[in-house]
């Protein structure tokens, strides 16, 4: 997730998008970092908790795991829909 995060800083700064496009990726970039870091530490804590095998704490995982996807899938559509442009210019 970090390098993906510099990638479409390095991105923002290479083309030229407007303040308000490199505000929202900035936005959505910061969201998925710290949703990814949220999510290590409830895992973390849930092991903590429940060091043995336990299909409710697998599924806070797995659920867990999904905000961060689903996050991270709509982070990649707002930079397909500001980077399009100026890549196939």
């Avoid at 030229?16 to 804590?45: C, G, H, Q, W, Y």
Wanted: net charge neutral.
């Amino acid at each position: 997730m970090l390098a993906a995060a510099l990638i479409v800083i390095g991105a923002m700064l290479y083309y030229p998008t407007s303040r308000d496009e490199k505000a929202v990726l900035l936005v959505m970039v910061f969201t998925v970092l710290i949703l990814e870091l949220i999510n290590s530490v409830m895992e973390r804590f849930l092991d903590f908790l429940q060091p043995h095998e336990d299909p409710r704490v697998k599924k806070i995982k797995d659920l867990l795991s999904a905000i961060v996807l689903f996050v991270s899938l709509g982070a990649t559509v707002i930079g397909l829909l500001i980077f399009w442009p100026h890549v196939f210019r």
